[in-house]
Nanobody, 116 residues
Framework: VQLVESGGGLVQAGGSLRLSCAVSGSTFSSDVMGWYRQGPGKQRELVASTTSGSGSTNYADSVKGRFTISRDNAKKTMYLQMDSLKPEDTAVYYC??????????WGQGTQVTVSS
């Protein structure tokens, strides 16, 4: 299973970015998917997740109303639309997958930097 993130970069505060996570080697439609981030000197934290089936979503309080997670099962791709970005959103963002066997997989990460 491979997860490849893209879409990170440098943006000014108040701006937007959309991250993508392309998945190969997994069924995807039955996988639980999520985005995590790790800021400088901080622990990795869950940003948002989406389940298989109903596709229900969950967000960290710090990003509610600003970030939107979505998935395209046909393209085996997950997205994170990030709006109204703040300097504290600066982090490496990781794509995460849990397959039907309960195995965990991570992407290599993509850097998001928000300047004030």
């Amino acid at each position: 299973v491979q997860l490849v993130e893209s879409g990170g970069g440098l943006v000014q505060a108040g701006g937007s970015l959309r991250l993508s996570c392309a998945v190969s080697g997994s069924t995807f439609s039955s996988d639980v998917m999520g985005w995590y981030r790790q800021g400088p000197g901080k622990q990795r934290e869950l940003v948002a997740s989406t389940t298989s089936g109903s596709g229900s979503t969950n967000y960290a309080d710090s990003v509610k109303g600003r970030f939107t997670i979505s998935r395209d099962n046909a393209k085996k791709t997950m997205y994170l639309q990030m709006d109204s970005l703040k300097p504290e959103d600066t982090a490496v963002y990781y794509c995460h997958l849990i397959n039907w066997r309960g195995y965990n997989y991570w992407g290599q990460g993509t850097q998001v930097t928000v300047s004030s």
